[in-house]
């Protein structure tokens, strides 16, 4: 009797997302896909690898900005009140995050219009053959 076997493959995309934050309202950098078999196509397990969480101050003023992970009923922070000096970009990661299915990475500032996000990735996806 012949065993058939499973042979899985994992694809690795790069990404970015770039968000202009004019609120001071939460605002959505990355929000993990959640695997669904059942979706046309199928969404496979992802994972996504932040390897950079550039903030760039473009504006006359210091600029606090915190950053938290979004997890189920969870919440995360991140960095709180990190101050962005005037007409800076700061990289705010040392070492990369990794975000699972489902996870929301989000921003918040102190003050609108102030703050450029850009969000380097890597998305892993997991899909058998």
Known sequence: MKQSRRVFSLANTFKSAMVDVTTTDLTTIITVPTADAGATPPVPPTTDVV?????????????????????????FEVFKAKSVA???????????LVLQESDVLKVQANAANQVHIIASFMEVTKGQL
Request: aromatic share 0%.
């Open 51 to 75: 390897k950079s969480l550039l903030v760039c101050n473009d504006s006359g003023n210091t600029t606090l900005v915190d950053v938290e992970v979004v997890r189920g009923v969870a919440t």
């Open 86 to 96: 005037t007409n800076t970009t700061t990289e705010l990661l040392t070492q990369p």
